[in-house]
């Protein structure tokens, strides 16, 4: 049976699934190798059972991205947080310290003309600080980058999909 | 109508770029009374840029967006130029253009091939297991590899001018960090015949599949708006600068060779209570009346002309179809598709001058100047930077007005008239809503430009009679 992939991305800018697209011709290889049952890219609405491997780009930063990335983790053997932004937070971390009222503020009121406010309805609850993926969830491999290469990725599959040999160091962090 | 109550959930829209929701309400007669568009990711660029210095604008803004980190970096250099009260050297201007429209190659390709060739190959009724990249490329190999190519073009493109594919470092307050070399501009120059072939297949792909969609294109929002972008001098199209021109529905100049630098006396931002995308609209109409569009077919329907032979022969002929306005969503794919002939087209044109290689591209100055603006049109239309910083260069200040902002207003109109046409609660099937969610894609929204949304995991669609009681599952 093909092996089940999918792709999730919670607080990040999409350069990540960018650099995952910058496989290029090697996508359609991949298709070979395995489904991908979940993504931006195809229209599954709900994240399925019995995942092999997840690539989760960005971070933790909204009551939906928790909800999200506690799902993924119960579906998914093998979790990737993909790229700075679920690694560490990066960018998205940068509002860390000022907390989310402000930033609403400043987006929906200061710099807005009519019909100021903080929207509220549909729209999930802000986390005061984004969090890295590692912080809500077990992770499997960590793949840094901003965006980690395209070459990164496709080894880094290629190894989890038990298609190439692992690497004679495996990276780490902390 | 604020998605208070809604009878009908989309969630997550797919194949576009960005998270988001669409709720459909229904009426007491089980008629689709209303739907709405709702951006539901934060990320606040406004606030967390304040205090950093202004040379580090270009790197962070391209984090805003890793489809479109081009247009963000160009217009954030751009408002740098401004504050530093200095213009880049001529090459530097010629090699941000050339990363420009490199970047509406890779953008729209995707756009094109990637998210929305699906429907078009396979119809809005195909099961939705197959209506994916990987369907098109086993159904019609040919068409899923001219858009790998064409992406790859682009992104090679930036690539090699910029040393990485998504957020390069190299376009810099003042011009471009490095001069391009000969063997870069061959290298470039050697795919650019491959890569117009790939987009004259898949214009006459489209063409050909057009007949099939005859309805769909006359439905998919048609609400009348006004068309903004930018445009040189000449009349014809431009990216990386120009003037600002807005056009009414039926071609009515309203504004023309107006400096886009002061946005805020022609545009204004409406908060929508249930969405974190801001709308924006031309004050001189107000709000609603105001509604405008960007990106593709406001551009075609504001400039005189592309600006190449080939693309703008084609634009005769898409006229003579279409009309000179047109105001069919449906019709921002065709549009997506001249223009990345026209961008490779001017990309051959730019490099095919040795002149390119010029050695000085960079004007250094210090802050001469406590604020700045940089407009740039995006792969999705008009952007706009703009900072204000202290006498040492920090930032105290910034707002952006981003593409697909200006387009939430007629996105709304988008998706409320397409669900009134196809969503039937009393028999929904998933190709309904996928034609609603095929609304959104004409625009290809960017929201993680906008602000960037996720929604919830889990689509039940449950179909509610106005009493509450439940008439129809569909889940995907
Ligand atoms: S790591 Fe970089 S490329 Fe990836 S989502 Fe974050 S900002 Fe974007």
New interface residues.
Partial sequence: MKARLATVWLDGCSGCHMSFLDLDERLLELAEQADLVYSPLVDAKEYPDGVDVCLVEGSVSTTDDLEKARTVRSRTKTLVSFGDCAVTTNVPGMRGPIGARPLLERAFVDNADLQQGIPTAVVPALLDKPLPVHRVVPVDVFLPGCPPSADAIYETLQRLLGLASPPERELRFG | M???H?DIV???V??????S?I?ITLGDDGAVAGA?F???????F???CVGRPMHEMPA?MS?????C?VSHIIASSKACDEIMAVSPPPVAVELRRVMNLAQVVQSHS?SFF??SSPDLLFGFDAP??E????GV?AAAPQL??DG?AL??FG?RVIETLGGK???PGWVVPGGVSQPLEADQREAILAEVPEALDAVRRGLEWYRSRLAGFAEEAEALGTSPTLSMGLVHETGNAAYSDGDLRVVDAEGTLLADRTDPKPYWEYL?????????L?STYWRALG?PEGTYRVGPLARLNVVDRLGSPEADERLGEYRARLGRTPQSSFHYHEARLLEILHAITVIAEILGDPGVLDHHVRSVAAVNRSEGVGVSEAPRGTLMHHYKVDDDGLVTWV?LVIATGHNNEVMNRAVAETAARYVRADRLTEGML?RVEAAIRCFDPCL?CST?A??????EIELRSAAGDLLDTV??
């Fill in positions: 604020h998605g208070q809604a989309i969630d997550p797919t194949r576009i770029e960005g998270h929701k709720t709405r709702h951006v539901t990711q934060f990320r606040g406004e606030r967390i962070i984090r805003i967006c890793g489809i980190p995707l990637h998210l939705p297991g209506r994916h990249l990987f490329a899923a590899s790998i992406r790859r992104q594919r998504v957020h204004g931002e409406v908060v929508q209570p249930d969405s974190f801001k709000y707002n996928n993680s960037h996720i929604g919830q995991m889990p689509l889940a995907r």
